[in-house]
């Protein structure tokens, strides 16, 4: 069979950059801990004030009996409800965000947390942060006028007592 030198040549740019890509997606899910959200769970977007998990009062930080902690967080246009959040470096932390409106993200730069927040659904991520500082929770899908102002602080400090 003959294949055209030129050819030839683009089957091997496509063979590296297809290892490339599965390369860095194999690193990034073994070496830096990042999976797709798995989590699948349903809830009424019209009652997340009235009654349940996200009403004001559940929201923010619950430390739960093994010490981890769980984060209740509501994504709506333009903010992140609490607008600050405070947990300890070297600690599980699980975070269940929803949206009563239309469809969010949340991100934390340089770390593995990352997630849509899509209405009708709970989305679940669990992390540990592994350095003390401040950083923003960001709004990563668009949403509206207010999309480049939607963001909220994330605040990692010194285990207590430590
Ligand atoms: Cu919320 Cu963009």
């Not at 899910?29 to 990042?34: K, R, S």
């Not at 809830?43 to 004030?49: E, N, R, S, V």
């Not at 409106?101 to 709970?122: K, S």
């Not at 540990?128 to 006028?145: A, P, V």
Request: with cysteine.
């Amino acid at each position: 069979m003959h294949i055209d030198p030129l050819e030839k040549k683009w089957m091997y740019v496509i063979g590296i950059m297809t290892l490339v890509m599965v390369g860095s997606m194999t690193y990034a899910a073994v070496v830096m801990n990042m999976h797709p959200p798995s989590n699948v769970e349903t809830i009424d977007p019209k009652t997340l004030h009235l009654s349940g998990e996200f009403t004001e009062d559940n929201l923010g930080v619950t430390e739960n009996p093994d010490g981890t902690l769980t984060v209740r967080m509501v994504a709506a246009r333009y903010s992140f409800y609490p607008q600050m959040v405070e947990v300890p470096v070297d600690t599980r932390v699980t975070f269940r965000i929803t949206s009563p409106d239309i469809v969010h993200g949340v991100h934390v730069p340089f770390t593995n947390y990352t997630t849509m927040v899509v209405p009708g659904y709970v989305a679940e991520v669990n992390t540990t942060f592994q350095k003390t500082g401040d950083f923003s929770l960001l709004c990563n899908e668009y949403c509206g006028l207010g999309h480049d102002h939607m963001w909220s602080r994330l605040k990692v400090v010194d285990k207590a007592g430590s």
